[in-house]
C-alpha cells in the first residue's frame, strides 16, 4: 500500500512538473535583451510622472520611500534606468542583469554618501548615504571618505561603460567562450563522437607587410644585396615620366577562411586518430589559402603526416589541400587549406609599397604567399626565369603584370623589351611604347633570328666590358655615369608560348635559348619563356639546367609538376593566378598568389606611357640592328623581298618625312618616330617607302643607312658646275 501511494504521488508530482503545450515556449536571448530595454525605458518614463506626481498613489508611496532612504539621489534613477535600457538593446553579452543591478546599487551608494558628506545636518543622502558616511568619517576623515565615495561611482561607471561599448577583438573571444566550446564540441561530437583537448594557436590575419621587415628577419644578407645591386634610376630617367597608379585597380576585400577554429581542432584530431601527436601553432590566413601550422610529437616520420592528405581533405571538406612538410625556416609542419572567399591581388598594391619604389631595377612583383605579405624577385639575380601552366591559369595575366611593373620602374634608357607572341593576340598593346626594341614577333624564323641577333649582340657587349674592365653590367653603368657617359641597357626576351616555336624550329631554338641563359647574365639579357605545355619535349633538359628560376601555375598531373619544379604541388594549386616559385634563392617552392592586372588596365597604361613618352627615344642603334637581322628572312608567297611583302600605300606624312630625313641626312625608324610623334609601326612603314622609292639606301647591321637623295642632288649639282665650266 505505502509502495502504491508512492506512485501515485510521484504521478501527480511530474504531472505538475509536465507544461502545458501551448505555453511551451523559449524566446530567444535577443528577444529577452528587447523585452528588458522596453521595460526599463518604461519605467524611467513612469519614474518621471512620479516626480511630477502623475503616477497616483503608488508613485507618491514610491518617491517618499526613495527620498527617506537614499534623499535626492532618487533623482538620478531615471537616467540609471536609460542606460540598462540601452544596455539591454545593445550588449552582445548573455548574463547582465547581475552586473547592472550591481552597478546601480555601487552608483547609489557613492552619490548617496557624497552628499551626506556636503551636508550632514539636512541628510541629503538619506539614511543609507547618512549610514556610510557616518562610519566612515569616524574611521578615516572626510577627504578620505570622498575618496572610496568618488572610487565607488568610477567603478559604477566603468561597469556601464563596458556593458554599452562592443567587446575588443581579444576580450570578445574571452567573453564569448562559453559559445565557442558548445560550438567546438557540437563540431567534435558530429565528427569523432568524443572531446578531445582545446588547440592552442594563434591566428595571423593578413596585413599589408613590407618585405623590408621580412627581409631582415628571414634574409638579411638578401636585403644588403639588393641595396648593393640598385643604380641611381633619378639620375637615369629624368625624362621618362612614369605612369601614375591611379590608372590600375585596387581592391579593399577581405578573404574569408570559414571557422578557422573547428579546423585545427579538426586536424589535430585526426592525426591523433593515426597515432600522431600534434601541438598546434599559429595560423596564417593569406588571400587564397589558410595555411595551419603544428609541431608533431619526436620521432613522429614526417612521411606518416603527407600519406594522410586525402584523410585531412575528408575532415575538412575541402579539396584540394597541400601539406608543407617542414615549412622553410621552422621546425614546424603547415596544411594550405582553400579559403571560402578568396581574394584578388592587385598589381597596384604590390607596387605601391615602399619596398618595390626603393628596390633596384628588374625588381619583379611576383603576388602575396600564404601569410599575406608582399613577394618579390629580382630578374637581374635569377637570371632568367621559365613561367609553365596549364591553359587558362594565369600565366599570360602573369606576365602583363610582370612586363608592366618594369614600365612602372624603368625608362627606354636602362630597359629594352622584346616581345614574341606566337598566339598573335596577347602583346599587340605593348607595339606603340618607346621600350620595344622591334615590333613583336609572331613566327619561329624571326624568333631565330632575333636569338642570332641577341647573341651577336651578346658578344659585342662582352668586348665592351672587357675593354672597360668591369665585371657586369651593373658596374659597367655605375662607371658610365660617373663619367657621363651612355649607359648600357638591360634586354629581357619574352616568350609567351615557348611550345609553338619549339615544335616549328626545335634545335634551332633550344641551342640558341641555351647559349644564352649560359652567358647573357653579365651583359644585362634576360628570358621569361612561358609555356602551357609542361612536357620533357618543350621544357628539354638543357633549358632547365640553365634556368633554376621557375613559375609553376596549376598543373593536370603530379608529372607535369616534376617536370617544371622538380617536385610535386602543382597539381594541387587551386588556379587563378595561384602560383610555386623556386629559385636560386628559394630552394623549396614557394606558394604565391600571383598579381592580377586587368586588360583594360594594360591598355590604359600602355596608352599613357606613349602619350606622355614620345621623345625620349634613345639612339643606341638597337632597333636599326635587330631589324635588319630580322628582315633578312621575311619574304612573302608571291616571292616578292622585304618592301613587296608589306603594303607600300600612300601615306599623309611621306613627304614630311622624306624632308626630314633629306635635311637632317639620316634616317632610322626611332629617327622618325622621334620627329613626326607616331608609333614604330607606321614609323617603320615610312622608312619602307622611303627605301622603295629611292630616297634611302638599304639597312646595312649598325651603319646608317645612306640617304639617296642627298647624293644624287650632289651628283646633278657637280655636273651642273662642269657643264658651266666647259661653255665659259
Known amino acids: 500500500m505505502a509502495r502504491k501511494k508512492r506512485r501515485k504521488k510521484n504521478k501527480n508530482s511530474s504531472r505538475k512538473a509536465r507544461k502545458l503545450p501551448g505555453f511551451n515556449v523559449d524566446l530567444p536571448r535577443e528577444t529577452k535583451d528587447l523585452i528588458g530595454g522596453v521595460i526599463m525605458f518604461s519605467a524611467a518614463i513612469i519614474v518621471c510622472l512620479a516626480f511630477l506626481g502623475k503616477a497616483g498613489i503608488v508613485g507618491e508611496k514610491l518617491i517618499s520611500l526613495g527620498n527617506s532612504l537614499i534623499g535626492n539621489t532618487i533623482y538620478t534613477i531615471p537616467l540609471f534606468l536609460i542606460l540598462t535600457g540601452i544596455v539591454f538593446f545593445n550588449t552582445k553579452y548573455k548574463r547582465i542583469l547581475g552586473p547592472l543591478i550591481l552597478a546601480i546599487l555601487i552608483l547609489i ?24 558616511s557616518f562610519a566612515l568619517l569616524n574611521l578615516f576623515g572626510l577627504e578620505v571618505t570622498m575618496i572610496i565615495f568618488l572610487t565607488l561611482i568610477i567603478i559604477g561607471i566603468l561597469i556601464f561603460w563596458q556593458l554599452l561599448l562592443p567587446p575588443l577583438s ?34 595571423k590575419e593578413i596585413v599589408s607587410q613590407t618585405p623590408e621587415k621580412v627581409s631582415e628577419i628571414k634574409d638579411q644578407k638578401s636585403s644588403l644585396e639588393l641595396k648593393v645591386d640598385k643604380v641611381p634610376q633619378n639620375a637615369l630617367f629624368s625624362k621618362y615620366k612614369v605612369p601614375p597608379l591611379d590608372l590600375l585597380d585596387q581592391n579593399h576585400k577581405k578573404p574569408n577562411a570559414g571557422n578557422i577554429k573547428a579546423n585545427a581542432i579538426i586536424i589535430q584530431k585526426t592525426l591523433e586518430n593515426f597515432g600522431i601527436p600534434v601541438k598546434m601553432a599559429e595560423i596564417n590566413i593569406g588571400p587564397t589559402v589558410t595555411q595551419y601550422t603544428f609541431k608533431p610529437a619526436e620521432g613522429i616520420k614526417l612521411s606518416k603526416i603527407t600519406g594522410l592528405s586525402s584523410n585531412l581533405a575528408l575532415g575538412l571538406a575541402s579539396h584540394p589541400i597541400r601539406i608543407e612538410a617542414p615549412v622553410p625556416g621552422r621546425s614546424l609542419v603547415g596544411i594550405e587549406v582553400p579559403n571560402k572567399v578568396r581574394v584578388t591581388v592587385r598589381l597596384k598594391d604590390l607596387i605601391s609599397e615602399p619596398f618595390f619604389k626603393n628596390s633596384p631595377a628588374m625588381t619583379l612583383p611576383l603576388g602575396k604567399d600564404v601569410a599575406g605579405s608582399p613577394s618579390y624577385a629580382n630578374l637581374s639575380r635569377m637570371p632568367h626565369l621559365l613561367v609553365a601552366g596549364a591553359t587558362g591559369t594565369g600565366k599570360t595575366i602573369f606576365l602583363n603584370s610582370l612586363i608592366s611593373s618594369l614600365l612602372y620602374q624603368n625608362g627606354p634608357e636602362l630597359l629594352r623589351l622584346i616581345l614574341v607572341d606566337p598566339k598573335r593576340v596577347e ?29 651577336n649582340e651578346m658578344g659585342r657587349r662582352f668586348e665592351i666590358l672587357s675593354a672597360e674592365k668591369v665585371k657586369n653590367i651593373t658596374a659597367y653603368n655605375e662607371k658610365m655615369l660617373k663619367d657621363g657617359r651612355e649607359i648600357m641597357p638591360y634586354i629581357v626576351f619574352i616568350v609567351d608560348e615557348l611550345a609553338d616555336l619549339i615544335m616549328a624550329k626545335g634545335r634551332e631554338i633550344e641551342v640558341r635559348i641555351v647559349r644564352l641563359a649560359q652567358l647573357a647574365r653579365a651583359v644585362g639579357i634576360h628570358l621569361v619563356l612561358a609555356t602551357q605545355r609542361p612536357s620533357v619535349e618543350v621544357l628539354t633538359g638543357l633549358i632547365k639546367a640553365n634556368i633554376t628560376s621557375r613559375i609553376s601555375f596549376q598543373v593536370a598531373s603530379q608529372i607535369d609538376s616534376r617536370t617544371v ?24 617552392p614557394k606558394r604565391i598568389q600571383g598579381s592580377y592586372m586587368s586588360e583594360k588596365e594594360v591598355k590604359r597604361v600602355v596608352k599613357w606611357i606613349a602619350e606622355n613618352n614620345e621623345n625620349i627615344l634613345p639612339e643606341d642603334g638597337l632597333s636599326e640592328e635587330l631589324k635588319a637581322e630580322l628582315d633578312k628572312t621575311i619574304v612573302d608567297v608571291s616571292g616578292l623581298g622585304y618592301n613587296g611583302s608589306r603594303a607600300l600605300g600612300d601615306d599623309s606624312l611621306y613627304e614630311e618625312a622624306k624632308r626630314i630625313v633629306i635635311e637632317a641626312k639620316k634616317a632610322s625608324a626611332s629617327f622618325l618616330q622621334r620627329k613626326l610623334r607616331i608609333g614604330y609601326a607606321r614609323a617603320a612603314r615610312l622608312l619602307d617607302m622611303l627605301e622603295a622609292r629611292g630616297m634611302v639606301g638599304p639597312s646595312d647591321g649598325a651603319k646608317p643607312r645612306k640617304i639617296l637623295a642627298v647624293e644624287e642632288e650632289r651628283e646633278e649639282q657637280a655636273s651642273f658646275e662642269n657643264d658651266y665650266d666647259e661653255n665659259v
Request: charged content about 25%; glycine content about 10%; hydrophobic content about 40%.
Open 170 to 203: 581579444e576580450r570578445e573571444e574571452s567573453i564569448d567562450k562559453l559559445g565557442i566550446e558548445k560550438e567546438k564540441k557540437t563540431v567534435l561530437t558530429r565528427i569523432f563522437g568524443r572531446k578531445t583537448k582545446d588547440p592552442k594557436f594563434k591566428i
Open 565 to 588: 619544379l622538380d617536385a610535386s604541388g602543382a597539381e594541387k594549386l587551386l588556379g587563378q593566378g595561384d602560383l610555386l616559385f623556386i629559385s636560386a634563392q628559394v630552394v623549396k
Open 427 to 455: 602583346f599587340n598593346t605593348y607595339n606603340e611604347i618607346p621600350h620595344i626594341l622591334c615590333p613583336v614577333i609572331y613566327d619561329a624564323q624571326k624568333t631565330v633570328n632575333c636569338l642570332n641577333w641577341l647573341i
Open 109 to 132: 551608494l557613492g552619490i548617496s554618501g557624497i552628499l551626506a558628506c556636503l551636508n550632514p545636518e539636512v541628510r541629503e543622502g538619506g539614511i543609507i548615504g547618512h549610514i556610510s
